[in-house]
């Protein structure tokens, strides 16, 4: 037992390279293929042992899991009330940033919804199959068989699988709404599972309002599915509801009682939403609990206030040791997303805000220029962070304003190749002491009679 009443394990993360903040005592294990050198100087001195005590790593230890990841940006993103439906060729664009991510499924459309709908799902369905992308395509489609009968006709013109995501709400608030009987959704669900899976699709059954449903009808529902050929199950924090431990109740309950007794290999995924702000926390949470496949929308675009954003979970999912992959393309996936459906990145969105890495804080900024003094990248990018930078293709970034030192000014002069003495700092430290704002390129060089080129 250690003096701080936590108990001593490896320092190795378990099947994990490379690893983020894994292990109770081994902090500060990074690697990456931009920064090697800078890492190395952690790893060959042992100054990761010492930089950072992580309390995150209190509990139980992280290892890298199989969890795979379905994008619904392309299709229930889109039903945010206040986005725009892209053209395809800003859609194709998006669909091939999920690829380069490792995305493993996307939502591709609901064909059933119109014209427009199905020659979107249609061109997206036919460039995976062109380009021979590992992206598995899935459409959504209401529990009638008039909704999954154009994703048999594309599925059967393109000549690729698409997964049918066949939904009916389950909670007994929605079907008293509904004017339903659960001997109805019983009904009408087996009847569309059945014909998408005779039609040759694979199916996953996705009960809307999962977590506000009572058990006997989850049951219920579930064996139908997988008795009806589903291959799959999606449970549903469809309107925000939920909390983790939640989360892990339903989670568990569906393995045991429905999955388990099959004796079947059944997928089991969770899609949530962000009304009481957990969706990323609720997500995690699932992982925890064994989900096979997450539900994510890039910048948690969706319905109401959106969906569980895939940008931050991927993020944290790393940063945690759960999955490892490449994000360096992160940033550009977030970017298009914003640009095609004109949706604006806020400046303190996380990671991908304009804000995320960019300092005017005397102290703050004095430290990160400490840390790049002495060579090392990966130490600037942490040292007043919580995620390293460029692992998401971001870096830092040191500007100059009324909270600003004197080292923000010399830092800014020395980076754009300018002389630094004396009178040209004070000249600019002045100016932005007097300012209620940080300075521009242009207020800067003119405090000291520079013009801009």
């Known amino acids: 037992m250690r003096r701080d009443g936590r108990q001593a394990v490896s320092t190795k993360c378990p099947n994990s390279k490379p690893a983020f903040y894994a292990g109770v005592?081994?902090?500060?294990?990074?690697?990456?293929?931009?920064?090697?050198?800078g890492f190395a100087l952690f790893y060959n001195t042992g100054m990761h042992a010492t930089l950072i005590h992580d309390w995150n790593q209190a509990g139980d230890p992280v290892s890298k899991c199989n969890v795979t990841f379905d994008d619904e940006t392309l299709r229930d993103g889109l039903q945010s009330p206040s986005v725009k439906d892209p053209p395809i060729e800003q859609k194709l664009k998006i669909l091939h940033l999920m690829e380069e991510l490792g995305i493993e499924s996307a939502d591709i459309g609901l064909p059933g919804a119109g014209p427009r709908a199905a020659e979107h799902t249609r061109r997206l369905a036919k460039e995976i199959a062109d380009q021979h992308m590992k992206i598995r395509p899935n459409c959504a489609a209401r529990t009638v068989i008039a909704d999954v009968e154009p994703i048999v006709r594309?599925?059967?013109?393109?000549?690729?699988?698409i997964?049918?995501?066949?939904?009916?709400?389950?909670?007994?608030?929605r079907q008293y709404a509904e004017d339903w009987t659960l001997d109805k959704v019983l009904r009408i669900s087996e009847e569309a599972v059945s014909y998408a899976v005779k039609s040759g699709l694979p199916v996953m059954f996705v009960t809307e309002d999962t977590i506000r449903s009572h058990p006997d009808a989850i049951c219920a529902l579930y064996r139908m599915a997988i008795n009806a050929g589903a291959h799959a199950l999606v449970a549903c924090d469809t309107v925000g509801h939920a909390t983790p431990d939640g989360v892990g109740a339903l989670l568990g309950f569906i393995r045991r009682q429905v999955i388990e007794p099959t004796n079947k290999k059944v997928r089991l995924d969770w899609h949530g939403h962000s009304d009481r702000g957990l969706s990323i926390?609720?997500?995690?949470?699932?992982?925890?609990?064994?989900?096979?496949?997450?539900?994510?929308?890039?910048?948690?675009?969706?319905?109401?206030?959106?969906?569980?954003?895939?940008?931050?979970?991927?993020?944290?999912?790393?940063l945690m040791g759960y999955i490892d992959r490449d994000l360096s393309r992160l940033r550009d996936y977030c970017f298009a997303i914003s640009e095609a459906v004109e949706v604006p990145i806020p400046s303190n969105y996380p990671v991908f805000g304009v804000d995320a890495f960019r300092t005017a804080t005397g102290v703050h900024a004095a430290a990160v220029i400490k840390a790049l003094n002495k060579g090392n990248t990966a130490l600037a990018n942490i040292v007043y962070s919580g995620v390293p930078s460029h692992l998401f293709g971001m870096n830092q970034i040191i500007e100059i304003g009324p909270m600003s030192g004197k080292s923000n000014v010399i830092y800014w002069l020395k980076s754009r190749g300018i002389a630094v003495d004396d009178d040209r700092v004070e000249r600019i430290f002045n100016v932005a002491k007097e300012s209620d704002h940080l300075l521009s390129d242009e207020e800067i060089l003119s405090a000291i009679g520079v013009t801009s080129s």
């Open 154 to 161: 594309i599925s059967q013109d393109v000549g690729i699988a």
């Open 163 to 173: 997964e049918a995501a066949t939904f009916i709400g389950s909670s007994p608030i």
């Open 281 to 318: 926390i609720n997500s995690i949470a699932a992982v925890r609990a064994g989900a096979d496949q997450i539900h994510a929308t890039g910048l948690g675009i969706g319905e109401r206030v959106g969906n569980t954003p895939m940008d931050l979970l991927l993020v944290n999912l790393k």
């Open 25 to 37: 005592t081994a902090h500060l294990i990074i690697t990456d293929s931009r920064n090697l050198a």
